[in-house]
């Protein structure tokens, strides 16, 4: 399987705890995202990397989250003093920008579950 | 980035055509229409994007006016396996380095 992987599939974890969650893109893309969705609700974007360089964080990205793609190939997304808000499907992607089709493609996503 | 509405929800049955319409009004000249679906417990996966008129592949249709001010995206011969939720997306290729998702569109297929 070539595709977008993420590991764990799911993780639940007590409120206070830090959790970090990997990301494997396709290997031929620069470009990796993470994204966050909730119950309902469309994917809300996190941040993205061009290679190892993180070129955006949105707004949402608290001081208690960081993520780090070190060698331009996996990225991890690390949660510190993880809330009950926290919970929800953490999505990762990744695309390789070719002429006038941008499409990324994306993992199947990590569930976090705060107690 | 355009803001987008598609409605809610959408019911059909298998081997009928889904027609699932997006409005965006504020669409501007660079922007592209792309389209995602999601399934249950999965991460969202591209189904086809245009700037005007038609495009076709092998899983959809997307129509698109003259004005560009709303897009149609068509699934032919709909089956169980549809059942999905459908994202319209507007933005030019800086705008789609950061995907802006709405509450898409939950269809389902019934037997």
């Known amino acids: 399987d070539t595709g977008v992987s993420q590991d764990p599939r799911h993780k639940i974890t007590k409120r206070g705890q830090n959790v970090t969650f990997r990301c494997d893109p396709i290997?031929?893309?620069?470009?990796l995202y993470w994204y966050r969705q909730t119950l309902g609700q469309g994917p809300e974007f996190l941040t993205y990397f061009q290679n190892e360089a993180q070129l955006e964080k949105s707004r949402l990205l608290s001081d208690r989250f960081s993520a780090e793609r070190p060698k331009g190939s996996f990225s991890t997304l690390e949660i510190q003093r993880t809330e009950q808000g926290d919970s929800a499907m953490y999505l990762c992607?990744?695309?390789?920008?070719?002429?006038?089709?941008?499409?990324?493609?994306f993992g199947p996503g990590t569930r976090l579950t705060v107690t | 980035l355009a803001k987008t509405t598609q409605p809610i929800s959408m019911d059909s049955y298998e081997g009928q055509e889904v027609n699932i319409t997006c409005s965006h009004n504020n669409i501007a000249t660079n922007d592209y229409i792309t389209w995602y679906q999601q399934f249950p417990s999965q991460g969202p996966r591209f189904i086809i994007q245009g700037y005007k008129t038609k495009v076709t592949n092998e899983v959809a249709s997307l129509f698109i006016p003259a004005d560009r001010k709303s897009s149609t995206l068509s699934l032919p011969r709909v089956s169980l396996s549809d059942t999905a939720v459908y994202y319209c997306?507007?933005?030019?290729?800086?705008?789609?380095?950061?995907?802006?998702f709405g509450t898409g569109t939950r269809l389902l297929v019934s037997p």
């Open positions: 290997s031929e893309h620069n470009r």
């Open positions: 992607a990744s695309s390789l920008v070719v002429g006038s089709t941008y499409e990324q493609y």
């Open positions: 997306l507007v933005g030019d290729m800086s705008g789609f380095q950061k995907l802006v």
